[in-house]
């Protein structure tokens, strides 16, 4: 499926990719209201979280549902019905990872969040949208909206549902005009609000 208009050419990522989907992810998330106060040594953040997005991203490659724009600008990974974020064994050393890459502190944070986010997943089966990221350099453009577009023609062709957790408030806005609609919302240990949002199959 191509899209429409100008923008981009979109492609379903490979592991020749990783590098740059990790580049950026780590851009787009490095000053996150969730993500950026999880990895609180300035120092090395870039290098930590660099880390933890790798993990996760080459993980989500065992699924076709990494989607970049022509040049890597944006990023969306997306996990299908039934899926999970990370395999089993991915899964039972996560939190030895994260103690070696952060500190047992800062270790525990992270673990506590993500423990949140797995509770809100909804049980009916969904496409999962784990990250969406527009390279720091490439805001502005529209792409990650852009990119979210075009993904979800490729859902609804599908005939699935869509899940995500809406970290930074300004995108909430920005979801609703392509269909998402809100369902709920937690809080982490720092006082920030995700917001949980679901777009029915069409």
Same mark, same amino acid.
């Given at each position: 499926?191509?899209?429409s208009?100008s923008?981009?050419?979109?492609?379903v990522?490979?592991?020749?990719?990783?590098?740059?989907?990790?580049?950026?992810?780590?851009?787009?998330?490095?000053?996150?209201?969730?993500w950026?106060?999880?990895?609180?040594?300035?120092?090395h953040?870039?290098?930590?979280?660099s880390?933890?997005w790798? $993990?996760?991203a080459?993980? %989500? #490659?065992r699924?076709?549902?990494?989607?970049?724009?022509? =040049?890597?600008?944006?990023? &969306?990974?997306?996990?299908?019905?039934?899926?999970?974020?990370?395999?089993e064994?991915e899964?039972?050393?996560?939190?030895?990872?994260?103690?070696?890459?952060?500190?047992e502190?800062?270790?525990k944070?992270?673990?506590?969040?993500?423990?949140?986010?797995?509770?809100?997943?909804?049980?009916?089966?969904?496409?999962?949208?784990s990250?969406?990221a527009?390279?720091?350099?490439h805001?502005?453009?529209?792409?990650g909206?852009?990119?979210?577009?075009?993904? $979800?023609?490729?859902?609804? %062709? #599908?005939?699935?549902?869509?899940?995500?957790?809406?970290? =930074?408030?300004?995108?909430? &806005?920005?979801?609703?005009?392509?269909?998402?609609?809100?369902?709920?919302?937690?809080?982490v240990?720092?006082g920030?609000i995700?917001?949980?949002?679901?777009?029915s199959a069409?």
């Open positions: 499926m191509e899209p208009g923008f981009p050419a979109v492609r990522a490979t592991i020749d990719d990783l590098d740059g989907v990790v580049a950026t992810l780590t851009s787009a998330f490095f000053d996150d209201p969730l950026g106060p999880a990895f609180p040594d300035l120092t953040r870039e290098a930590q979280a880390a933890l790798r $993990l996760f080459g993980s %989500a #490659l699924y076709p549902f990494t989607y970049l724009t022509e =040049n890597t600008e944006s990023v &969306a990974v997306w996990i299908p019905p039934g899926g999970i974020d990370l395999t064994n899964s039972l050393g996560f939190e030895s990872f994260l103690v070696d890459l952060v500190g502190e800062a270790a944070g992270i673990m506590v969040i993500s423990a949140q986010f797995e509770e809100v997943r909804p049980t009916e089966p969904h496409f999962y949208l990250l969406l527009t390279h720091h350099d805001r502005g453009r529209g792409l909206m852009g990119l979210l577009r075009e993904n $979800l023609e490729r859902i609804d %062709a #599908l005939g699935g549902a869509a899940h995500l957790e809406s970290s =930074n408030p300004v995108n909430d &806005a920005r979801y609703r005009s392509v269909g998402f609609e809100r369902q709920g919302e937690f809080t240990a720092s920030h995700i917001t949980t949002m679901w777009r069409r």
